[in-house]
């Protein structure tokens, strides 16, 4: 996919990581086949990763991974030359949600207290992955 076009791939990464984000923060839930994706699936070095967390991070990946001008040597540079806003989302939505499992007690205590926070959560981290998805 080229600069600042969005593909069926990325619209379908995007809905995943929204979907996703609602989950992680405690608004949503969803069961299927049993499985809630809000239950840890797997715990590596003890950080608990949810079967939301993985599929909304991997969504994130997934939109850069299948760009087809990104090169993983030149992405720093790629997201800092993005602009105000997009550079914050786009910054905030490679490390929130890691910081979400890595400090569960404040980052993914604060964004979990009030829905208008998980709200928040959702907004920064899906703009930040369309901006990953369309900029880059």
């Known amino acids: 996919m080229a600069k600042l076009q969005f593909d069926a791939l990325d619209a379908s990464l995007l809905v995943t990581g929204i979907a996703s984000a609602f989950m992680l923060v405690g608004i949503a839930t969803f069961n299927l086949f049993d499985v809630d994706f809000a239950a840890t699936v797997f715990a590596p070095a003890g950080l ?4 939301a967390w993985v599929l909304g991070y991997g969504s994130i990946v997934g939109t850069i991974v299948t ?3 990104t090169e993983f040597n030149t992405l720093s540079d790629d997201i800092q030359g993005l602009q105000g806003y997009y ?10 949600p890691i910081a979400f499992v890595v400090f569960p007690d404040s980052v993914g205590a604060f964004f979990e207290s ?12 899906t703009s930040g992955q369309a901006a990953l998805g369309w900029m880059l």
């Open 114 to 125: 009030k829905d208008l926070w998980g709200v928040l959560y959702v907004v920064v981290v």
């Open 87 to 96: 550079l914050i989302a786009a910054v905030a939505t490679l490390a929130l």
């Open 48 to 51: 608990p990763l949810s079967t």
């Open 67 to 69: 760009n087809e001008n």
